[in-house]
């Protein structure tokens, strides 16, 4: 197959836009054999032993996804006849959740009888594979996801809803069978493309995983090291802790400066070469804020009893300041380096939080906390180094992979703005 761009000349305009002569456009309604049809939400309790029923995230990010975070039990038995169970080809929407989601679509291709859907959700049968397939891409396009947030932009409550009745005049263009199924399997080759490297990027990221492991606890040693290991203390092993404040927000004037301000949610596992709020010389010297060189590493020790927060750390690659859910901590040079202390804290963090925080309503750390943690080291600087170096080029293969699947993810999003509208052609190459 062969690309080629579209002309006017060739085109005919309708009531969504210029497309194809050769094109239709059909509204849902007539393409549908059944629905729009909204899900079932009953009771689930912690034991329960019912039918299973997908939750919102089995399809927030436009594909299926079934495992034990998406999929739960109800308390009830739900009669083997209904039609709330899904088949192979049908199309879930999301009809209610925040902007970013109301209206995700993605086809489901669980085994048959299986599951059923929650209330949040409608289903809709086609009538063939091809029709479920090309609706599900163009849902997920440009193009269909501003027909969802305009049509659920009018809705009342807090969360934006969408109708059956809106939905079902949503209209869609369509290309001739061939041209379909051309489109929809050229966006197939790349989906596997993605795929592939995300099932590469989490085995690396486990194999990375096991390797912190091993390396950080001594189970394992790099050729050319030997000798005990010690577990010592914070205090043991650093110059001093610091943590920092907030400036003034009765000052709106102290947030326009270009200083970097760093908040525990920058705390992202990574070096931070930036910050959300800037904050100007003013706010430093009047809230007594301590600027940190680049390469100062940092904890998050307020909110540890989030999920995403414990254990979350951070280096910086410029000059900052932070506010008081972060603590900046200065190793002694001759004892601990700050990349071993990085995938240290990385690997142990979460436990370590888990266990020694303190606090009934946040959960937090302070300066005589944080002194007592253990930490693990190897007889040498020169074996901390080489450890830290080991993870460091994993991280690096990772982030190379990464960068390579969100190109080809980027890849896919101009190829569906292209296909999926008819501005560009897929015509055999014979």
């Given at each position: 197959?062969?690309?080629?761009?579209?002309?006017?000349?060739?085109?005919?305009?309708?009531?969504?836009?210029?497309i194809?002569?050769?094109?239709?456009?059909?509204?849902?309604?007539?393409?549908?054999?059944?629905?729009?049809?909204?899900?079932?939400?009953?009771?689930?309790?912690?034991?329960?032993r019912?039918?299973?029923?997908?939750?919102?995230?089995?399809?927030?990010?436009?594909?299926?996804?079934?495992?034990?975070?998406?999929?739960?039990?109800?308390?009830?038995?739900?009669?083997?006849?209904?039609?709330?169970f899904?088949?192979?080809?049908?199309?879930?929407?999301?009809?209610?959740?925040?902007?970013?989601?109301?209206?995700?679509?993605?086809?489901?291709?669980?085994?048959?009888?299986?599951?059923?859907?929650?209330?949040?959700?409608?289903?809709?049968?086609?009538?063939?594979?091809?029709?479920?397939?090309?609706?599900?891409?163009?849902?997920?396009?440009f193009?269909?996801?501003?027909?969802?947030?305009?049509?659920?932009?009018?809705?009342?409550?807090?969360?934006?809803?969408?109708?059956?009745?809106?939905?079902?005049?949503?209209?869609?263009?369509?290309?001739?069978?061939?041209?379909?199924?051309?489109?929809?399997?050229?966006?197939?080759?790349?989906?596997?493309?993605?795929?592939?490297?995300?099932?590469?990027?989490?085995?690396?990221?486990?194999?990375?995983?096991?390797?912190?492991?091993?390396?950080?606890?001594?189970?394992?040693?790099?050729?050319?090291?030997?000798?005990?290991?010690?577990?010592?203390?914070?205090?043991?092993?650093?110059?001093?802790?610091?943590?920092?404040?907030?400036?003034?927000?009765?000052?709106?004037?102290?947030?326009?400066?270009?200083?970097?301000?760093?908040?525990?949610?920058?705390?992202?596992?990574?070096?931070?070469?930036?910050?959300?709020?800037k904050?100007?010389?003013?706010?430093?010297?009047?809230?007594?804020?301590?600027?940190?060189?680049?390469?100062?590493?940092?904890?998050a020790?307020?909110?540890?009893?989030?999920?995403?927060?414990?254990?979350?750390?951070?280096?910086?690659?410029?000059?900052?300041?932070?506010?008081q859910?972060?603590?900046?901590?200065?190793?002694?040079?001759?004892?601990?380096?700050?990349?071993?202390?990085?995938?240290?804290?990385?690997?142990?963090?979460?436990?370590?939080?888990?266990?020694?925080?303190q606090?009934?309503?946040?959960?937090?750390?302070?300066?005589?906390?944080?002194?007592?943690?253990?930490?693990?080291?190897?007889?040498?600087?020169?074996?901390?180094?080489?450890?830290?170096?080991?993870?460091?080029?994993?991280?690096?293969?990772?982030?190379?992979?990464?960068?390579?699947?969100?190109?080809?993810?980027?890849?896919?999003?101009?190829?569906?703005?292209?296909l999926?509208?008819?501005?560009?052609?897929?015509?055999?190459?014979?």
């Amino acid at each position: 197959m062969v690309m080629e761009a579209n002309t006017p000349k060739n085109c005919q305009q309708t009531a969504i836009r210029l497309i194809p002569e050769d094109w239709e456009v059909k509204n849902l309604a007539e393409i549908i054999i059944a629905g729009p049809k909204n899900g079932y939400s009953g009771r689930s309790g912690r034991d329960a032993r019912g039918t299973l029923t997908l939750r919102l995230t089995a399809t927030s990010s436009g594909y299926l996804i079934l495992n034990d975070e998406t999929v739960k039990r109800l308390d009830e038995i739900i009669n083997p006849s209904s039609e709330l169970f899904l088949q192979p080809g049908d199309i879930l929407i999301q009809r209610s959740n925040t902007y970013e989601l109301v209206g995700t679509t993605a086809i489901f291709n669980g085994s048959p009888r299986t599951y059923i859907y929650p209330d949040l959700m409608m289903r809709l049968r086609f009538e063939d594979q091809s029709t479920a397939h090309w609706f599900w891409r163009y849902a997920n396009s440009f193009s269909g996801r501003r027909f969802f947030l305009s049509v659920a932009a009018g809705s009342t409550g807090s969360m934006p809803k969408i109708s059956g009745a809106k939905l079902r005049g949503m209209t869609i263009p369509f290309p001739p069978l061939p041209e379909q199924k051309a489109i929809t399997q050229s966006l197939s080759d790349v989906d596997a493309q993605i795929t592939a490297l995300d099932q590469l990027i989490t085995k690396k990221r486990n194999i990375k995983q096991s390797k912190m492991q091993q390396l950080l606890t001594g189970k394992k040693r790099l050729p050319g090291f030997s000798g005990e290991w010690a577990v010592n203390t914070f205090d043991k092993v650093m110059t001093g802790f610091s943590s920092g404040s907030t400036p003034s927000r009765r000052m709106p004037h102290f947030y326009k400066g270009d200083i970097k301000w760093i908040t525990s949610g920058e705390l992202n596992y990574q070096v931070i070469n930036d910050t959300y709020e800037k904050i100007t010389e003013e706010a430093v010297i009047k809230t007594n804020l301590t600027i940190h060189e680049p390469g100062t590493f940092f904890i998050a020790i307020t909110g540890l009893e989030a999920v995403g927060t414990r254990g979350s750390c951070g280096i910086n690659g410029i000059s900052a300041t932070t506010n008081q859910s972060c603590m900046a901590l200065y190793p002694k040079k001759e004892q601990l380096t700050i990349h071993y202390l990085f995938y240290y804290y990385v690997n142990f963090g979460e436990n370590l939080a888990l266990k020694f925080c303190q606090g009934t309503k946040q959960q937090s750390y302070n300066a005589q906390i944080v002194k007592k943690l253990p930490i693990y080291l190897p007889p040498t600087i020169e074996e901390q180094k080489a450890i830290a170096q080991v993870l460091s080029d994993m991280d690096a293969e990772i982030e190379a992979l990464e960068q390579k699947r969100d190109k080809y993810k980027s890849i896919k999003q101009g190829m569906m703005q292209e296909l999926l509208t008819g501005k560009t052609r897929l015509m055999s190459s014979s």
